[in-house]
């Protein structure tokens, strides 16, 4: 694509990622129905597209995975995906006009394989942008609904559905899921002041290597889907979402540290190997220093994150935060924010356009 050609629109979209998934493998197509809580979170996943017009020659789509330092034209299209499949799939989705030409440019600062759902936010975050050059538009869950169906129908993958909806509906979220993959969303909607103090307290430490679905994974995925949905391992995560959720609205700290705690227990339940040597370390490390609560983020296993849920001092976190990044050179505390809002789609007037030309919709 020719670099002095202005775009005619600049479309911009941004998705949280999601920490402390409490209720995790209860929304898998093997649990057949499930509860599950999670928070949204800053870093986003972006997704920027710069539209042209097309008459048939040169590159139409132009993928630029910034993170991966990547840029290159898609081939074939209809014909499968190779370079960036999640991408190139979701592209393929939307079906966008033929007479338009465009470069998405993706980007987060979430490190790849946190086990933060960031593929689930980059694929929200680029259906959406995607969205604006469609007729119509996608609700919220709608977007949700088409990104787990990138991973699951278009690249066979396993893959629950709470990453997605979290992403984009953003905010803190009860999610039951009634029927596979049909589920509602019930925001919990928090006081500013206990909204404040649970962004004070929360950590994300990145134990410095990207989560990769094991020989581990796939043997509990057959366990579970052996025993049926109401077995008594699957039944122990889904407690844990309603007594995060109860435990929020109460504003009680040590109750959600507690189902923390009771949650990552339950996936050490389904295989130990779930809860890593990492993970293991920056827990001791975190009891040292009077933590309330932590959970190995998404399935666990090697590699990924934990979210920490601190005591009300303020010094005692820095501390922590501190003792766990010297403890081991790989280990990261990667600052969040919580996110009220989830997906969220604008654009930018390119020079040379005004609002009224076509360039704005």
């Known amino acids: 694509m020719d ?54 020659s040169g590159d139409r789509i132009v993928i630029f995975a910034e993170n991966f330092g990547e840029r290159y034209t898609v081939q074939n299209e209809g014909l499968g995906w190779d ?7 979701a592209i393929e989705l939307m079906h966008v006009p033929d007479d338009l030409a465009f470069q998405v440019t993706i980007y987060s600062d979430a490190p790849a394989g946190a086990s933060t759902g960031t593929s689930a936010a980059v694929t929200v975050a680029l259906l959406g942008a995607l969205d604006r050059l469609t007729p119509g538009r996608l609700t ?27 992403s984009a509906y953003g905010g803190i979220n009860y999610i039951e899921m009634h029927k596979y993959p049909h589920a509602a969303v019930s925001p919990i909607y928090l006081s500013d002041s206990t909204w404040w103090e649970l962004e004070r307290r929360l950590l994300l430490i990145y134990f410095g290597k990207s989560h990769s679905s094991s020989q581990v994974h796939e043997k509990v995925i ?16 889904r407690q844990t979402a309603p007594k995060s959720r109860d435990a929020l609205y109460a504003g009680d700290f040590e109750a959600f540290g507690a189902a923390m705690i009771e ?5 050490g339940r389904l295989h130990p190997d779930l809860i890593s ?6 827990i001791e490390l975190a009891k040292q220093y009077g933590a309330l609560g932590w959970k190995v983020n998404g399935a666990g296993g090697d590699g990924g994150s934990v979210t920490l849920l601190c005591g009300a001092l303020s010094h005692q976190r820095r501390a922590l935060r501190d003792a766990i990044e010297g403890s081991n ?23 040379g356009h005004s609002p009224s030309d076509g360039s704005s919709k």
């Not at 209860?26 to 097309?54: C, H, K, L, M, R």
């Not at 370079?83 to 799939?89: G, Q, V």
Request: net charge negative.
């Open 3 to 56: 670099s002095d050609r202005q775009p005619i629109r600049i479309i911009n979209c941004v998705a949280p990622i999601r920490v402390c998934d409490n209720g995790g493998w209860t929304d898998t197509w093997f649990a057949e129905y499930g509860a599950i809580f999670n928070i949204a979170v800053y870093p986003y996943a972006e997704a920027q597209i710069e539209v042209f017009s097309y008459d048939g």
């Open 83 to 89: 370079r960036h499949p999640l991408l190139e799939a």
């Open 140 to 166: 919220a869950h709608e977007v949700a609904h088409a990104a787990h169906r990138v991973e699951t129908e278009l690249l066979k993958q396993q893959c629950g559905i709470q990453d997605q909806l979290c």
């Open 222 to 237: 057959r366990e579970l889907e052996d025993a049926g949905p109401d077995y008594y391992k699957i039944n122990d995560l």
């Open 263 to 267: 949650n990552t227990e339950a996936q």
């Open 277 to 282: 040597s990492d993970a293991q370390d920056v």
């Open 329 to 351: 050179p790989m280990f990261r505390n990667i600052p969040i924010y919580l996110s009220r809002m989830g997906l969220r789609v604008w654009e930018t007037i390119p020079r």
